[in-house]
């Protein structure tokens, strides 16, 4: 199964701090997924002025448990980044 996951970030003053400070585990972790199949493609949201607002990936999971599962370990979830998150199911064309 594929899903579109859009995260976005806190809007509170210590949001980019937070965002900063577990970034590099968090996209170690994409690159293991990346790697296994799992991470299609993934990046940042930027809002007008190019500063990182959120993430959005395309991914291929065995089921929606398996993607919360994910979700519920990533280190932008457990360094409370993500505050919200819109989960769509995906079929990708190309």
């Known amino acids: 199964m594929q899903f579109l996951v859009v995260n976005w970030d806190g809007t509170d003053a210590g949001a980019p701090?937070?965002?900063?400070?577990?970034?590099e585990a968090h996209l170690e972790a994409a690159r293991k997924r990346a790697e296994s199949g799992m991470l299609i493609c993934g990046g940042a949201?930027?809002?007008?002025g190019g500063e990182m607002i959120?993430?959005?990936c395309v991914v291929e999971v065995a089921s929606r448990a398996e993607l919360d599962e994910w979700l519920a370990t990533?280190?932008?979830?457990?360094?409370?980044?993500?505050?919200?998150?819109?989960?769509t199911p995906f079929r990708r064309a190309v």
């Open 17 to 23: 701090a937070r965002r900063l400070a577990v970034r």
């Open 74 to 87: 990533d280190p932008y979830v457990t360094g409370n980044v993500w505050q919200k998150t819109e989960i």
């Open 54 to 56: 959120g993430s959005a």
């Open 45 to 48: 949201l930027l809002d007008d």
